[in-house]
């Protein structure tokens, strides 16, 4: 098989980060999402835990969720993003691999062998996944998913020109409600093996 890179960007509450997960165990390969975030805040000596000034803020559970790195000014987060780019570039030249997020189907445009997958939801689906798979409560779930999805779209944007749901820059978009973590995986990782055996 090829070497292949697959991005998967996701709406919140989606369950995009298990479906990838289960999809790099069914395909053998690496997944990489938060360590994406991680690697970043060392390279630049920033912790994660502690990027913005609103502590009782970035002490919630959901902060790291919705940013990852900060509310910091923009040239903070360039930065971040040239540094993000560089270890998502890395990643894909290395080895077959899913990367989740932070514009990875961007950044890997003119790569050869790219999947870049979109994972979406009904809004009352996404809404009891959160309450019921992330065990939030159920006006954090609400304020969350808009709260999220606005931070996602506005990043996407700033940095790719396009939305995550942009169906000119994806090559599969999927309701994960329609059969659940499992089966979407499967499906998913099927299509990998077919597309690039």
């Known amino acids: 098989m090829k070497k292949y890179t697959i991005t998967i960007t996701r709406q919140f509450g989606s369950l995009g980060r298990p479906i990838a997960k289960k999809m790099s165990e069914i395909l ?22 502690t990027v913005s000034n609103q502590e009782e803020i970035a002490r919630s559970n959901f902060f790291y969720m919705k940013l990852p790195l900060g509310n910091n000014t923009s040239d ?11 270890i998502i570039t890395e990643l894909a030249e290395k080895e077959s691999c899913i990367i989740v997020g932070r514009c990875a189907d961007y ?15 009904p809004y009352e689906n996404r809404f009891l996944n959160c309450v019921e798979y992330l065990h939030m409560k159920q006006d954090v779930a609400r304020k969350m998913i808009y709260e ?28 994960s409600s329609f059969m659940g973590i499992d089966a979407t995986a499967e499906y998913l990782a099927q299509m990998v093996k077919i597309k690039f055996e």
């Open 148 to 175: 999220v999805d606005k931070a996602r779209a506005a990043y996407q944007m700033r940095y790719a020109k396009y939305l995550p749901e942009d169906i000119n820059h994806r090559n599969i978009l999927i309701d």
């Open 76 to 86: 903070i987060q360039d930065h971040i993003f040239d540094v993000q780019r560089k």
């Open 28 to 49: 053998g390969i690496e997944y990489y999402d938060r360590e994406i975030v991680d690697e970043a805040a060392k390279k630049i000596k920033l912790p994660v835990s």
């Open 107 to 121: 950044i890997l445009q003119d790569k050869e062998n790219l999947m870049n997958i979109y994972i979406y939801a």
